[in-house]
């Protein structure tokens, strides 16, 4: 948890979180990445994210994160969704998380071994099982592709 000291000097951990999730597309396929073992949720597979930074905006913390984690930079195209559901699946910190679609522009790095094992591009129709997916992120995934599907249906 973190603690915050308010200017009337009284400290509170009761605060929420601002995160970044990134939904890298290309050509039908998503990177995911597997989340250490040593982290909440590990060995399971997720979307490259995490904590933004003070005095980043969103975007740059979307970018800081998929670089740091994936080792890839990235064009952010849209925000596809803010959750700010305070009782998300597997969440212990009430995290407030903004999603970006992103494209990837060029593989300029590696993983960071500290918070991932591995990463792979995924077929949008064969995802991992839900239950190999942390917190919610198979349902972001679901929820992007069912809204390109109401697009194509258009």
Not at 5 to 17: V, Y
Not at 98 to 106: D, N, Q, S, T
Request: charged share 30%; aromatic share 10%.
């Amino acid at each position: 948890m973190l603690n915050c000291t308010f200017e009337s000097g009284k400290q509170t951990s009761h605060l929420r979180h601002a995160v970044v999730d990134v939904l890298l597309i290309d050509k039908k396929t998503i990177l995911l990445t597997r989340r250490a073992d040593s982290l909440r949720e590990g060995g399971k597979w997720c979307l490259p994210g995490g904590y933004m930074d003070r005095d980043e905006t969103a975007v740059e913390a979307a970018m800081r994160e998929l670089h740091e984690e994936a080792g890839y930079t990235c064009e952010i195209y849209d925000l596809f969704t803010i959750l700010d559901e305070p009782n998300r699946k597997g969440d212990d910190r009430q995290n407030i998380s903004f999603v970006f679609l992103a494209k990837p522009i060029e593989k300029v790095g590696e993983i960071d071994p500290s918070e991932v094992s591995e990463m792979q591009w995924f077929p949008l129709d064969a995802l991992p099982d839900e239950a190999d997916m942390a917190f919610d992120h198979f349902d972001i995934i679901w929820r992007y592709i069912q809204s390109i599907d109401v697009v194509l249906k258009d």
